[in-house]
């Protein structure tokens, strides 16, 4: 193996001090390499901002993720009081209005945000191979969107809230043979009762939520893995190889060794 | 592998045919009835298990068989190489009775992939049961005393609220449009829409400041019900403006069959609700209606004709 280029850049004591941690994390565990391989890599030099609704939507989960359990602290799941737990957390709990308008808000961001993501990679006929797995698991994703949304719109527990789950459990249950078991299980029974309301918090806050992490950690793997695909205007040749990044010499001892595999090459 | 198929497939056999009878059997029966289902299921187990024995006779033969196979191979590859020492431990699997061994390794992983599925079933399992289960136990209606039946006038619609579980809360909250046709006939539809189930309304005047409020005993807790005087010419309903006629049958919009309806009986000159039935159309009015009353289906579901065939089964205990 010939000996790499090295760019001679000998950071200051103070620094080295800063480093110190990240150069013990990196040590031990890989993940400052990881972490920069994740963020740090190459993309088509035509993308644009088009290309940034995935992350947006990303975002748009994560502030969900926060706001809901946050907004989980002060609900309370059961029929007798779950509307006068809203009308606390909106009225007389501090920032509570807005942390509840973020949520309710934030949902239609999320799945706007959802469709726009998957207009653009339907354009850009970016669900080409070898990203079609990637189109199934953010199909996937788009659905588990949606019964977020229409779980988590019973939790109000108002007029709204109840007829349009009435009517959102009735059409799963007008599906052919199966529709109305579908429609029994949702309800946790024959009617509405106070059994639905949990069920739909657990699935609101528990389930689809655990599910929709682990399936956006699987997108993204498969986003870093396939790369960026270009635009179709793009006159660069898709599926470009990715380059060896160059080393560099930093002089923090714990980066000597390059990491055992998969991580960030140096 | 492929090209060698086409000369030494499997013969014709009669089991296809029996498979398929199967399978027509069990499509019947979603109709029909669900013994039919059973015995299609049993025939296309029968006959499946058959075609895939008589199909996959040769890969199953002996040693001798198969090895002119894997000789076929290289034979046909335009750059003959090496005689694939990946495929050598194939023979070995196969190849049984001759020096068959089973590795430790093979019985550790087995065992502990078999421990592994054996322990998450013992958990899931009851866990499955306990999500789903609950949902399809009980769900039996039970019946409401909706007070004497002096509330009721002849010929007059009252709009009815009650509790079938006083315990359960407003959620329980529900609403039945009740006219006493005389000699102890009433008619009583349900509020519930056909089409998704939305709460339909009386179209016409509502007494709102004639509203009397009966106390009752419900399910060993005390109950009431509220009658409202109502004239009503029809029900509509207000999320996607289905709408009905004074017996219930559809007149416009989405629903897709009449509203449903509650069974009654007298007690002690109370008027008692009994279980709810579907309706797909009434013939005649007032006590002279000729209904046929089907199982109660949920909203949007068709109960006759053709479309009911989509809806063969509901669930139990209802």
């Known amino acids: 193996m010939p000996p790499l ?26 993940l400052v390499g990881g ?41 309370h799941p059961s029929p007798e009081t779950a509307y006068a737990s809203i009308q606390y957390i909106t009225n007389d709990l501090t920032l509570g209005w807005l942390v509840r308008g973020m949520h309710r808000w934030g949902a239609s961001v999320f799945i706007i945000l959802l469709f726009f993501h998957a207009a653009r990679v339907f354009i850009f006929g970016a669900y080409k191979y070898p990203r079609e797995l990637n189109w199934i698991v953010g199909v996937i994703l788009l659905i588990l969107g949606m019964l977020e949304g229409f779980t988590g719109y019973l939790l109000p527990w108002d007029q709204t809230a109840y007829w349009a789950t009435v009517v959102g459990i009735n059409l799963n249950g007008t599906a052919p043979f199966v529709g109305e078991f579908l429609s029994q299980f949702l309800r946790a029974g024959a009617e509405i009762n106070g059994d639905t309301l949990t069920r739909f918090y657990a699935l609101h806050m528990l389930v689809i939520p655990g599910a929709l992490i682990g399936l956006i950690l699987l997108h993204l793997y498969l986003v870093v893995r396939l790369g960026v695909t270009s635009p179709p205007w793009s006159e660069e040749a898709a599926g470009r190889e990715r380059p060896e990044p160059e080393p560099v010499d930093t002089g923090r001892t714990g980066l000597v060794q390059p990491a055992p595999r998969g991580g960030y090459k140096r | 592998m ?55 006779r040769e890969y199953r033969g002996t040693a001798e068989q198969a090895a002119p196979e894997t000789a076929a191979a290289p034979e046909m590859a335009p750059a003959p190489v090496a005689p694939r020492p990946a495929a050598a431990p194939e023979p070995d699997m196969f190849d049984e009775g001759l020096d068959t061994t089973y590795s430790r390794s093979v019985f550790l992983e087995a065992s502990t992939l078999g421990l592994a599925a054996l322990i998450g079933g013992l958990v899931t399992l009851p866990v499955l049961g306990f999500v789903v289960l609950p949902s399809f136990q009980d769900q039996e209606y039970p019946d409401v005393n909706l007070g004497p039946l002096e509330n009721f006038p002849e010929n007059k619609w009252m709009i009815t609220t009650f509790f079938r579980d006083p315990a359960a809360g407003e959620v329980d909250h529900r609403v039945a449009y009740i006219r006493n046709n005389g000699n102890l006939s009433f008619t009583i539809i349900s509020n519930r829409c056909a089409h998704l189930g939305c709460p339909v309304q009386p179209n016409g005047l509502v007494a709102g400041n004639q509203r009397k409020t009966v106390k009752v005993i419900q399910e060993k807790q005390p109950s009431q019900v509220t009658l409202t005087p109502a004239a009503p010419s029809g029900f509509g309903c207000p999320c996607h403006g289905g709408q009905y006629d004074l017996e219930g049958n559809r007149t416009a919009g989405p629903p897709v069959r009449a509203l449903d309806r509650y069974e009654y009986s007298i ?4 008027l008692v609700l ?45």
């Open chain 1, 5 to 30: 280029p090295t760019r001679n850049r000998q950071p200051s004591k103070a620094m080295q001090l800063v480093m110190y941690p990240l150069d013990w994390l990196e040590e031990r565990s890989g």
């Open chain 1, 35 to 75: 972490t920069k391989y994740f963020l740090f890599r190459n993309v088509p030099r035509d993308s644009g901002w088009f290309h940034t609704l995935g992350s947006a939507t990303l975002t748009a989960f994560i502030v969900q993720a926060l706001t809901g359990v946050v907004l989980a602290m002060y609900y």
């Open chain 2, 2 to 56: 492929a090209n060698g198929e086409g000369g030494s497939g499997p013969g014709p056999t009669i089991w296809p045919v029996g498979f398929a009878v199967g399978i027509v059997c069990i499509l019947a029966g979603l109709i029909v009835s669900p013994v039919a289902v059973a015995a299609g299921v049993i025939i296309a187990a029968i006959f499946g298990f058959l075609w895939a024995r008589e199909a996959t």
């Open chain 2, 267 to 270: 007690v002690s000159r109370n």
């Open chain 2, 274 to 318: 009994n279980k709810p039935y579907s309706v797909a159309h009434v013939y005649g009015t007032g006590a002279d209606a000729k209904i046929k009353a089907y199982p109660l289906t949920g909203p949007g579901q068709h109960v006759d004709g053709a479309e009911s065939w989509l809806y063969p089964i509901q669930p139990p205990g209802r």
